[in-house]
């Protein structure tokens, strides 16, 4: 079954406001998780190292005060995309890893800004 | 600079048939290798993986072979069978990276009944 759960699978925002998307490590802590986005037809890339208890690690040309992680608690990270704009419609996925075994994902989130 | 290159987008087989899907890096510090596979509007699934001091490691009908000097490998499915067909995207990292995972742009397989 699954072992990373993210939420919400898709959303439509508005251009300009903000949206939260979760990522929870089912049945396993998980101090490390990761943020990738996609473009169709196009390779995951990782935006991000989100770490539990301290500030996440930003890719090189992802800017941290648009793309806010939180990794609060060892079974959850947040990533808010804040001032949402068109060109923020991607897909996002985050990932975790579970000890001694290859990185778990979540099923995305297909994110729409008009 | 795409360190993890999947340079066919697509590939098309025949049910029964063997699939040979191919994957090139250029980073010499990568010393382990994975293969997911991801449906539409999902997240990618683990297929099978392979470090740097092996050249081959099988599971079921999912074969990954790896050759170091030229820095190529390549995933093997035989038969391949419909439920195949997916992206599948090959990944890397170095083992001082953790879990971070540099990933290929993906090749479309499809099998045909």
């Known amino acids: 079954g699954a072992v990373v759960s993210q939420h919400p699978s898709r959303v439509i925002c508005k251009s300009g406001t903000s949206v939260k998307i979760e990522c929870r490590s089912l049945d396993f802590q998980a101090t490390t998780m990761f943020w990738y986005r996609q473009f169709p037809k196009q390779s995951l890339m990782l935006m991000a190292t989100s770490n539990e208890g301290s500030k996440a690690t930003y890719e090189q040309g992802v800017e941290k005060d648009k793309f806010l992680i939180n990794h609060a608690s060892l079974t959850l990270s947040t990533l808010t995309v804040t001032s949402a704009h068109p060109e923020d419609s991607s897909f996002y996925i985050c990932s975790a890893s579970r000890a001694s075994s290859p990185l778990h994902f979540g099923n995305g989130t297909r994110l729409t800004v008009t | 600079d795409q360190q993890v290159k999947q340079n066919s987008p697509s590939l098309s087989v025949q049910e029964g048939r063997i699939s040979i899907l191919n994957c090139d890096y250029t980073n010499s510090m990568f010393d382990y290798f994975l293969w997911y596979k991801k449906y539409p509007a999902e997240g990618p699934t683990f297929l099978i993986s392979?470090?740097?001091?092996?050249d081959k490691n099988e599971d079921g009908r999912f074969t990954v072979f790896l050759n170091k000097s030229a820095k190529h490998l390549s995933l093997h499915i035989v038969p391949s069978q419909p439920g195949d067909s997916a992206v599948y995207f090959c990944a890397a990292k170095e083992e001082t990276s953790g879990s971070r995972l540099t990933f290929g742009e993906g090749t479309q397989l499809t099998v045909n009944p």
């Open positions: 392979i470090s740097s001091i092996k």
